[in-house]
Every structure is written in C-alpha cells, then in structure tokens.
C-alpha cells in the first residue's frame, strides 16, 4: 500500500502529532503509547454540534464511549458539551468518577443486570435505552419499587442492512439488539409502557452499524422510525419527542476509506426528518446522534518501537513492533486495514514492502500487510495512524501484556491519561494456591 495521506512533519524529518514530535512522545511516555490529537477531537464534537445548531434543530450528540472510555476523554467530552452514551456499569462508574452531569447520560446494552440498572438509578441518568421486554418488565418493576421516574429510549432494529463488516452491522432484522420494528414487537413494547406513571418514553432509537460512508441507510432508518412514531402518535395520542440515530460515520483509515463530514451526515439526516415531518405534520422531533469512532478514531496514533525483522526470500519481509493483537485486535478480528509510516524517518524513500507483525504469539496476529516502509532497524518508531476508537477500548493482555500508555496532545502539549500497565498490574488479581501457608 502507497500511502498518499499527508501527514505533517516537523524541520527534523519527523511525524508531529498535534504539534508535539512523536519520537520525542515516544522517548518520553516509551511504547506502545496511544497518542491522540484532542485538537481534532475537539474539532469534530464542535462540528456535529454545530451543524445541528446551524439547521436550528435541538439535539444531542452523545458520544459512544465504548469506542475509547477514560476519565480524561470524558472530561473533553464534557468540555465540549456533548452527551454520552454508555454500555455498561463500568463505562457508568468512568463516567461518574470523570464528574460527568448525569442527565446527560444515556445507557446502552442488551443485556443490562439488575445492579447496573440500580446503579443508573441511583446516578440519576438521563435515559435508559431499552433493548428487550425482560429489560422493560425490569425497569418497570425497579420504577414503581423506588418510586422514581426514568425516561427510555426504544432500541429497535428496523431492518437496514449497512454496508459494512458483518460483525459491526446492527440494524438487520438477525440481530441480538432491540426491538424488531417489523414484526410488532416494537408496537408492543410501546404499548406496555407509553402511559406508564413513571417511565417517560422519549421516542425511537436505531444504529444501522459502523464504519459507513453513506447517508442513505441513515436517511431511510430515520423515515422507519419517524412514520412509526407518527403511528403512535394516531393511535395512542402520544407524542414521541426524540429520534435517536446512533452512530456509524465511517472514518479515514487508508486511503481507500472516504469518509463524508460530519455535516454532511447530520445535514442529510436533518433535512430528510424535517421533510418527513413537515409532510405528515408530526412535530420535528429532538433528534440525537451517537457518534464513537468519528470523534476519537483517527485522532489516536499508536507509536511502537520497531524489534527484530525476518525476511522470506520471495515471500514476505516481517518487521515486528513491541506490541500487536493485544493493544488493536481489529486487524485480527476484522481483517481491519490501517497506514503507519516511520516517524523518525518521514522524509525517507519507502522503497520497502513489508508486514507488521506484533510481538504475540499468534501467527495472525499481524497489523499491516504489504506496507510500504524505508529501510528500518532496531529502535525506529513505527507510527499505525487511526487506531483511536475500539483500539484499546478492546485491549487485553493476551500474553500478559500490559496495556499500553494513552496520551493527549493538544497544542503541541503532551499529557498522560493513561499509565501503561506494569507487570504488578497484571497479576494484582492472582491468588496463590500457597496463599494460606504464605500468610
Ligand atoms: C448503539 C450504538 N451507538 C453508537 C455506536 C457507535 O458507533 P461508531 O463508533 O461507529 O460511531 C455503536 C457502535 O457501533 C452502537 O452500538
Ligand atoms: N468494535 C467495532 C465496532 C463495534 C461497534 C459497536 N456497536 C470496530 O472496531 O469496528
């Protein structure tokens, strides 16, 4: 792969990273080390929020924390005033201890247990998005126990196939989330809570999946939802206020990814539901939008350190780096693709063919095929771009790795979020089968 991307360098030939050099981010915080540009972070949340304000629509934009979860994050998130969705109690209690205004937290997951339900409870959130009847039947009974009023999204699948990975689509009608929007289960779900004395339903909610770079599936999941909450509306009076769309902008991963902007996505959808409504005069409904991978994904840069090398006359030239599978299991997982250059060596000729294995003992655990690299020895920085969203957000310690370092760059200073795990970490949750006698 011939890598077209600009990348910006600084007078020593070096990859900058929100102004800051990688190879002196490296040097300083070691590797692997997750940097992210908080800059066009930043950048992005302003410019979902933005758009929405600018077509005078009310919203909420909530970003999908499963993508990349810390105290810090979340703190720019709240910086920037966006909302958040969250999938479990420990995205919950991240979020709680990031000092996170609770009404603007949405809780996501299809499998909620009873203590994470009374956990977002007590918090106070802002909305429960429902998934199926046990959850509902649940929440009812957890309302009327603590006499406290909780507003729901419908999670409903309407049957849009995106265009993307298998294991990343959400919307089709086989799927283990929500509420079939197709066979009346969607109707009844509604049916059971919609005069409820303490549930307030909000409206609909659908993700279509992720990694898409068209607007259509969105444009025509919202049309399903809006004309079903117009339904409600004849039938039961009821007036649905807010169209929740989910997330799945796709971003720029190499240079065959052309991603649409964020104003794009949230024009199209906006100016469709404004249509939909202006012609079946159903109010225009709040509508949200969840995005997780556009707001952090190519933000993050992973700096490792280039190892040993093995080359296979004919065949392939390994380049092995000081992580792998364990910190980005994506390229395992999803045959994900991604670009990388040498940061210590931008200005270099790539006249090199290699792989990217990591350092597990997998032997597919190989980061990138076929890239195009200079020459590189022992010690040279590896830079694999866009690796911020379900990167360590999906990371283990598959041979007892630790998890890598995260840092924040923003205006060309550097800050750690997150301390790389040492070995003491690793085995902090070990016992000993000695453990009686050792005491
Ligand atoms: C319900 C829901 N909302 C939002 C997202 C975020 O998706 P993405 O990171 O593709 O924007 C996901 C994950 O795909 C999701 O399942
Ligand atoms: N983890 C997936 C996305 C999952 C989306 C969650 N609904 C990825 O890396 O692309």
Known sequence: ????????????????????????????????????????????????????DELNVKSQVAYASKAFSSIAIYQVMKEEGLSLDVVSGGELYTALKADFPPDKIHFHGNNKSYQELEMAFDANIGCIVVD???????????????????????????????????????????????????????????????????IEVLGLHCHIGSQIFETNGFVAAAEKLLLKMQQWNETYQYTCPVLNLGGGFGIRYTDEDEPLSPEIYVKEMVLAIKRLSNESAFPLPEIWIEPGRSLVGD???????????????????YVAVDGGMSDNIRPALYQAK?????????????????????????????????????????????????????????????????????????????????????????????????????K
């Not at 379900?390 to 301390?419: C, D, H, K, T, W």
């Open 299 to 317: 933000a993050g840069t992973t700096l490792y350190t280039i190892g040993s090398q093995k080359k296979i006359p004919g065949t392939r030239h």
């Open 132 to 198: 199926n009847f046990d959850e509902l039947l649940t929440l009812r009974q957890l309302t009327k126990e603590r006499k406290q009023r909780m507003a729901i999204l419908l999670r409903v699948t309407p049957g849009i196939e995106a265009h993307t990975h298998t294991y990343i689509t959400t919307g089709q009608q086989d799927s283990k989330f929500g509420f079939d929007l197709g066979n009346g289960q969607a109707d009844e779900a509604f049916r059971l809570v919609y005069d409820d004395e303490y």
């Open 338 to 438: 991604y670009d990388a250059k040498v940061a210590n060596r931008m200005t270099a000729p790539t006249n090199h063919i290699v792989t990217i294995a990591g350092k597990c003992c997998e032997s597919g655990d190989k980061l990138i095929e076929d890239l195009s690299i200079p020459e590189v020895q022992t010690g040279d920085i590896l830079a694999m771009f866009s690796t911020g969203a379900y990167g360590y957000a999906m990371a283990s310690n598959y041979n007892r790795l630790p998890r890598p370092a995260v840092v924040f760059v923003e205006g060309g200073q550097s800050q750690l979020v997150i301390r790389r795990e040492v070995y003491e970490d690793i085995v902090r949750n070990d016992l000993s089968l000695y453990e009686s006698e050792e």
């Open 1 to 52: 792969m011939v890598s077209t991307l600009h990348y910006p360098v600084n007078q020593e030939g070096h990859l900058t990273i929100a102004g800051a050099d990688a190879v002196e981010l490296a040097k300083e915080y070691g590797t692997p080390v997750i940097a992210y540009n908080i800059d066009l972070v930043r950048q992005r949340a302003r410019k979902f929020k933005d758009t929405f």
